[in-house]
């Protein structure tokens, strides 16, 4: 039997001594998702949103009061915030509720009823066309938003920057403190130039990444696919102001409603994961949607984790202890 040399021996016991010194660190687990904007009209609807989530390893979601059909003006909300607050009571470790209010007719015993009953945090349709009845900054409206910044309420507010940009500058400079999270890129998926002077001139506000379904995730994806460099650079210098969102309405309606919201999801995340994602797309001729790619942003997970959780737990704080 030859036996090996002593420098031989000596190089093996080294190389025995580093193998079983100090096992190679385990892979850094994937993040936990966070969706901080899922639309709920009716708490039946939780239980195949809980599957889907499950399927595409989301843990928790924000839960928006919304408007539901027929309902009249003056509680067009009701409905909507009794049914995510009832969801959200049945599933407390999957699902935030946010209700839904309207300053000027809702203000600061409202909030507190609605928070004393586990809302989390409020959901503002103020700067969407539908509902601007008034100016974002209207003076009936200043006893809400002072509620909102002095509680430290989280915020998320749809606003069309192009129409209403100036009206939500003007509150976020009188309310710097205010947890204020802006749907859908901030109402610019078409003119990121807009949401880096929105970014710049409030350090504090943050930026949700939703899309929505349809015709406005096709225009948004479109426009975030032509501006990608200048996406990529906004992310990698703020990575802790972007948080992931789908704008899911869970309605579940039709026999395909579980294979439309599993094509919404992984758009969404494909937008921020994959080096390409599908999705409905406008045709060539401009007539329609049909079923398209787009390039995706493949961030890393340097940007991923934050942005698909950790900014996500910071934001809505004790409501995800």
Same mark, same amino acid.
């Given at each position: 039997?030859?036996?090996?040399?002593?420098?031989?021996?000596?190089?093996?016991?080294?190389?025995?001594?580093?193998?079983?010194?100090?096992?190679?660190p385990p892979a850094a687990a994937p993040p936990s998702i966070i969706d901080v904007h899922?639309?709920?009209?009716?708490?039946?609807?939780?239980?195949?949103?809980?599957?889907?989530?499950?399927?595409h390893r989301i843990a928790r979601a924000v839960l928006l009061g919304s408007t539901t059909?027929?309902?009249?003006?003056?509680?067009?909300?009701?409905?909507?915030?009794?049914?995510? =607050? *009832?969801?959200?009571? !049945?599933? +407390?470790? %999957?699902?935030?509720?946010?209700?839904? &209010?309207?300053?000027?007719?809702? @203000? #600061?015993?409202?909030?507190?009823?609605?928070?004393?009953?586990?809302?989390?945090?409020?959901?503002?349709?103020?700067?969407?066309?539908?509902?601007?009845?008034?100016?974002?900054?209207?003076?009936?409206?200043?006893?809400?938003?002072?509620?909102?910044?002095?509680?430290?309420?989280?915020?998320?507010?749809?606003?069309?920057?192009?129409?209403?940009?100036?009206?939500?500058?003007?509150?976020?400079?009188?309310?710097?403190?205010?947890?204020?999270?802006?749907?859908?890129?901030?109402?610019?998926?078409?003119?990121?130039?807009?949401?880096?002077?929105?970014?710049?001139?409030?350090?504090?506000?943050?930026?949700?990444?939703?899309?929505?379904?349809?015709?406005?995730?096709?225009?948004?994806?479109?426009?975030?696919?032509?501006?990608?460099?200048?996406? =990529? *650079?906004?992310?990698? !210098?703020? +990575?802790? %102001?972007?948080?992931?969102?789908?704008? &899911?309405?869970?309605?579940?309606? @039709? #026999?395909?409603?579980?294979?439309?919201?599993?094509?919404?999801?992984a758009a969404n995340l494909g937008l921020l994961q994959k080096e390409t994602f599908a999705?409905?797309?406008?045709?060539?001729?401009?007539?329609?949607?049909?079923?398209?790619?787009?390039?995706?942003?493949?961030?890393?997970?340097?940007?991923?984790?934050?942005?698909?959780?950790?900014?996500?737990?910071?934001?809505?704080?004790?409501?995800?202890?």
């Amino acid at each position: 039997m030859r036996h090996p040399t002593l420098p031989q021996a000596l190089v093996a016991l080294a190389l025995l001594g580093c193998r079983s010194e100090k096992p190679p660190p385990p892979a850094a687990a994937p993040p936990s998702i966070i969706d901080v904007h899922v639309h709920l009209l009716e708490p039946g609807a939780a239980e195949p949103l809980l599957s889907a989530l499950d399927r595409h390893r989301i843990a928790r979601a924000v839960l928006l009061g919304s408007t539901t059909p027929g309902a009249p003006a003056t509680s067009r909300f009701r409905a909507g915030n009794e049914a995510v =607050l *009832a969801a959200a009571a !049945a599933h +407390p470790d %999957r699902l935030i509720p946010f209700v839904a &209010l309207e300053p000027g007719k809702d @203000g #600061p015993a409202e909030l507190s009823a609605y928070r004393g009953r586990g809302a989390c945090g409020v959901k503002l349709y103020v700067g969407h066309q539908e509902f601007h009845d008034k100016p974002i900054d209207d003076p009936s409206f200043e006893a809400l938003w002072k509620a909102l910044e002095e509680q430290k309420v989280p915020t998320l507010i749809h606003v069309n920057t192009v129409r209403y940009g100036e009206e939500l500058s003007r509150v976020l400079a009188a309310h710097p403190n205010l947890p204020a999270l802006c749907a859908h890129f901030c109402g610019a998926r078409t003119d990121l130039g807009r949401l880096e002077r929105l970014l710049s001139a409030h350090p504090r506000l943050l930026v949700d990444t939703s899309n929505g379904s349809a015709d406005p995730a096709a225009e948004g994806f479109a426009g975030l696919e032509r501006q990608r460099d200048r996406l =990529l *650079a906004l992310l990698r !210098a703020s +990575p802790e %102001r972007f948080l992931f969102g789908s704008d &899911l309405t869970a309605i579940p309606i @039709g #026999p395909r409603f579980s294979e439309e919201w599993d094509a919404h999801f992984a758009a969404n995340l494909g937008l921020l994961q994959k080096e390409t994602f599908a999705f409905w797309r406008r045709g060539s001729d401009n007539s329609g949607l049909v079923e398209g790619t787009y390039r995706g942003l493949a961030l890393g997970p340097e940007l991923l984790a934050p942005i698909l959780e950790g900014n996500a737990r910071r934001w809505l704080g004790a409501c995800v202890r």
